[in-house]
């Protein structure tokens, strides 16, 4: 597929930034008790919600990059306090005047002129993507400020989570076109001008998956892995080469337009005279993509992650599947802010992390696994897509979630 010019890619991202600042934003202001957010960055040292409030021009914090949101009404004023940048100016209003007062006068300053109840800081001990603040800043402010505003500075994890977790009207959009740039990738490998059974190797995918997205000109936000599972071994991860019967698995996500994929698809490496995926792993994917649909029909805004889990996994028992779910939300970071749906070594409650509400207009890695009982031994099939959920439910962004690739 052909991918956006960097021109186009930043404009988009922009366009992107400029729908978050002015809709989700206040949104999430409005539902904290904060009356000002304040944000600071250091260079190199950049706070986790730092690419969700920079335009794409402006990829590191100039020594410290501070921000701060201030409700005026129902909407929110954001300033800079930061070096001059014109980049910055397209979607701040300075505050810092740069050259004639410190930094932190000019903080000191707005915050005598706004005289927030409570101020919201990026320190948190439960969530990382609310944890941000550097030891340093914050030492500086203990020094610097007074008493008075040390004292209302307050941890508010919804402002994180929610303003990186729901997406805006562009990104969801560009989602189709960024799922299919990852499975490009993906469906390049799976063929038989790639995989020479009894010769190439499961690491050799892994190179050819990290090649083929640095030659597209992009990234990967973890180097992808790839295993199988072969009759005679009870093992579900095998690494090495690789033989005709194998099942093969891959996971692989990228970070394309400030969004990230996170797939796992299945190939099967066809033994002589084989010219179909055999019943029995045929059927076992027809029980893994049931799987995958109660936990769509679970997944609603206004549930917690942990009652999706509890739900589920009722739900698949009830059905007699033996099934394991560890999804998670898929945004602008892989393993994204949100609410966890499990984990795959914990598929009971999972405290802080599992009471996160769901919320439309969210991206997930539907990712779970069934063992399903063949001829010749058991199987585990493990998938994963990248979905959206929205106001009418959960919706896969790429086709073939219920095909197992067929390698001669």
Partial sequence: MNIRSVKEQYE??????????????????????????????????EDPTFRALTPAQYPTARRITMFAFVKDGEDVIRYSLSMPDEHLNAFYTPYWQFGKESQMDALKRL????????????ASADFAFGDGLSMGIYTTWLKELDEKWLDRMISDDHLAIKLMELRTPTERKLLPE????????????????????????????????????KDMGLDYWFEPTMDLQREGSDDSHITGVIRRGDLLHCDFGIRYMNLCTDTQRLAYVAKEGEDAIPKDLANGMKVNNRFQDIVRSCMKAGKTGNEVLAEALAQAKEEGIEATLYSHPCNMYGHGPGPTIGLWNQQSAIPVKGDVELDNDTTYALELNVKVPCKNKDYYIYTEETVLLDENGVKFLYEGRDQITLIK
């Fill in 12 to 45: 988009l991202r922009n366009q992107c930034l400029k729908e978050r600042l002015e809709t989700i934003l206040p949104r999430v202001m409005m539902e904290s008790e904060a009356d000002l957010w304040l944000h600071a960055s250091k260079e190199y040292n």
């Fill in 111 to 122: 915050l005598e002129e706004v005289d927030p109840k409570k101020i919201a800081i990026n």
């Fill in 178 to 213: 960024v799922v299919e740039a990852a499975f490009s990738v993906m469906n390049a490998m799976y063929t038989s001008e790639v995989v020479e059974p009894d010769v190439t190797t499961t690491q050799d995918l892994e190179w050819f998956m990290m090649q083929k997205v």
